[in-house]
């Protein structure tokens, strides 16, 4: 099911200041500037308020700019990642964040006291209730794109300078899921969470096939990824052990169960689940291992997948068959 809901023109939006700064991409010595803006979109039709992060060049360009949609890992929010996103718009990219329900930032002090007391009595992930309401993260990702053709209402600067025929979807573990879902993995035998807006998938240490979160239909099996035909990279490594220990391999099982043919493969050799610190802080990250190599590996697979895919650049798909399997 691929629906596209009506854009929300009377969204309403809070604004917390902008900032302008200097990149420097470590990988390739790209120089590029770009400012962020911190603001609240708000959701009418689900009574929702959504913290949103949108980064974006601001070298003076003619031409319109594809976009990336970050959905971010369990407990984490739309100020992390930073270093995928700033390479990615140091590369003429803008990049959205969405800070879910599940973020910690959103949480009480009762409540963030809680999880961190069962993080350290080493009580599993789901006792914790953290996934409760993965449902709405698909349905927020969903809502930014409805917005994208009104950007300009948001931030002046991208006013008519947003290509909608070129957007990427990404996610990291919790944020994998998301993704997965936009990209039509059937989740408890059904697509309903699918968006045929999005025309690549960015899989950081996905799930594969469980029971679910919870026991309200939300179990993955074989032939859920039957239906992601979409261009997908998948990033994991070989330490990246899923819930109740199950080796990377099991992260790795969207690619093998999807059909054969846009999908590719990293695997990071030594890497956690933290992929040597993608998303700049140790808090999202299950070790506090950091790995600049693996961080610029990353990026200059993810950079060369959405270039291929969004810009097509040739240039770029050689790198990434010769650097990913297919």
């Given at each position: ?11 309403l939006?809070?604004f ?9 991409s470590s990988s ?5 500037s770009f400012a962020t803006?911190?603001?609240v979109m ?12 949108i980064?974006y ?9 594809p976009?990336?949609?970050f959905s971010?890992g369990a407990l ?5 990642y930073q270093?995928?996103v ?5 590369h003429?990219?803008?990049c ?5 329900s599940d973020?910690?930032?959103l949480k009480?002090p009762?409540?963030?006291r809680?999880?961190l007391m ?5 009580k599993?992930?789901?006792s ?7 449902q709405?993260?698909?349905a ?10 009104v950007?300009g209402k948001y931030?002046?600067?991208l006013k008519?300078?947003i290509?909608?025929?070129?957007i990427?979807m990404?996610?990291?573990?919790f944020?994998?899921h998301t993704s997965?879902?936009l ?9 309903k969470f699918?968006?045929?807006r999005?025309?690549?998938?960015l899989?950081m240490?996905p799930q594969?096939?469980?029971q679910g979160f919870?026991?309200?239909g ?8 039957s239906?992601?035909t979409?261009p997908?990279?998948l990033?994991t490594g070989?330490?990246d ?11 790795v099982?969207?690619y093998?169960y999807?059909?054969t ?6 695997v ?17 990250s ?10 610029e ?5 993810t ?6 895919y969004?810009k ?11 650097h990913?399997?297919?």
């Open positions: 099911m691929n629906k596209i809901a009506p854009i929300a023109l009377s969204a939006l809070v917390t200041g902008a900032k302008i700064v200097q990149a420097q390739n010595s790209i120089s590029a803006k911190d603001l708000t959701d009418k039709a689900r009574k929702k308020q959504l913290p949103v992060k980064t060049p601001t070298v003076k360009s003619d031409a319109k700019y976009v990336i949609i971010h984490g929010s739309k100020d992390n270093p995928l700033k390479y990615w718009t140091a003429g990219y803008v959205i964040q969405p800070t879910h973020s910690m930032t009480s009762t409540e963030r809680e999880i069962g993080f350290m009595q080493k599993s992930v789901d914790l209730d953290i996934f409760r309401d993965w709405s993260r698909p927020d990702v969903s809502f930014l794109l409805d917005q994208l053709p950007m931030v002046p600067e008519d300078k290509d909608t025929t070129k990427g990404a996610g990291h573990s944020g994998a997965q879902l990209a039509g993995t059937k989740i408890g035998g059904t697509d699918a968006d045929s999005p025309k690549a998938f899989l240490s594969g096939r469980e919870t026991a309200n939300s179990n993955l099996q074989d032939n859920s990824w239906g992601f979409r997908m990279l990033v070989t330490n052990t899923g819930r109740n220990g199950k080796d990377y391999t099991w992260r099982e969207p093998k999807a059909p043919g846009s999908k590719h493969l990293l990071l050799e030594g890497a956690d689940h933290g992929l040597g610190g993608v998303s700049g802080s140790s808090f999202a299950r070790t506090k291992k950091q790995n600049q190599k693996q961080v590996q990353v990026q200059q697979e950079e060369a997948f959405f270039d291929y969004l097509g650049d040739k240039v770029a798909g050689k790198y990434l068959v010769e990913a399997t297919k």
